[in-house]
């Protein structure tokens, strides 16, 4: 079928983010293989329109009510296994695709059990938890350079990775299409049985309603040290940093922040690192909440938090 007999019009992209706010696509197509997604590049192209990436839709929030262009989701679930070698399409969510490893008795994604989001998206932004994240499972990740109009692949070197980045966040020009993770053989059951621990805990801490996941990164010892030495030095005589690192929730609950409103969005009383739609939360009222903490925590810390969720139309 010719791509543009599936590409809709003015479509609304609320339903495709897990913090349930959108905005309209002037332009909207889910691809599902490689070549939906190079014909409906190659459609953009030959309209000079702008060209935007949706993945899972987990970790973003729509900025703007009109997006030009056209909105390509990466959509579809194929995935093949070759002994402790899995390689997926960008579009299957990391939370299946943790499910069909551990039922096979492979180590390497139990931490991502539950997790919402593509795992393009997760590679992209290199997700993880639990002291894991997928960077440490990545052995290859093929792209599609735009600038090129040619698929390349990187192997995990190249790919760039640190805390929450790698190289596709800096090149927008890369666009993740598939991913090889090379796991571990382990023990069927007890992979299984970590992961719904892993999930249990999920579900004590982080709340039912909509969101975007945990709004700003973890704070590194180094990044505070360098800003607040003093703060640091105490947090970790406390014994409070994790892998070198401390959640960000951590300082913004000592702030007193947690249950702190605008409009219907609301800075959550379970995990004070995330920011609940309480109902029709638009926007502007998430925008304020987060431009509230930064504030609130740069003039009581020193300390300049950084987003994690990611700004889409911008």
């Known amino acids: 079928m010719p791509i543009e007999k599936i590409i809709k019009k003015n479509y609304n992209l609320t339903s495709l983010t897990t913090f349930k706010i959108g905005g309209r696509a002037e332009f909207f197509v889910a ?64 939370a299946k695709l943790a499910e069909v490893t551990y039922g096979l008795g492979l180590i390497g994604l139990e931490w991502a059990a539950g997790i919402p989001g593509s795992l393009g998206g997760a590679v992209r932004g290199n997700a993880g938890a639990y002291g ?42 890369l666009l993740i299409v598939s991913v090889n993770l090379k796991l571990t053989p382990g023990e069927a059951t007890e992979i299984k049985n970590l992961a719904k621990v892993n999930i249990t805990n999920r579900a004590r801490t982080n709340p039912k309603e909509p969101s975007a996941g945990c709004i700003f990164k973890n704070l590194e010892y180094k990044k505070i040290l360098k800003e607040n030495r003093e703060l640091a030095l105490d947090l970790e005589k406390k014994g409070l940093f994790r892998g070198g690192k401390i959640g960000a929730a951590y300082l913004i609950d000592q702030l007193g922040l947690k249950g702190r409103t605008r409009g219907e969005a609301k800075i959550s009383d379970q ?16 925008l304020s909440l987060i431009n509230l903490v930064k504030k609130k925590v740069k003039n009581k810390y020193k300390i300049n938090l950084e987003e994690e969720v990611e700004y889409f139309g911008d």
């Open 31 to 94: 691809v599902k293989n490689r070549k939906e997604l190079i014909e409906a590049i190659n459609w953009a192209k030959n309209k000079k329109l702008p060209l935007l990436f949706l993945a899972g839709g987990s970790n973003v929030l729509i900025i703007k009510k009109k997006i030009k262009g056209l909105v390509i989701k990466i959509s579809g679930e194929d995935y093949t296994v070759n002994e402790n070698i899995i390689s997926a399409w960008a579009g299957i969510g990391l």
């Open 132 to 173: 894991s994240d997928i960077s440490g499972q990545v052995a290859e990740a093929e792209a599609y350079d735009q600038a090129k109009g040619e698929l390349v692949k990187l192997n995990n070197q190249a790919c760039g990775f640190s805390y929450r980045h790698s190289i596709f966040k800096e090149n927008r020009n």
């Open 271 to 286: 995990h004070a690192n995330f920011i609940i739609n309480t109902g029709r939360a638009s926007v502007r009222d998430v």
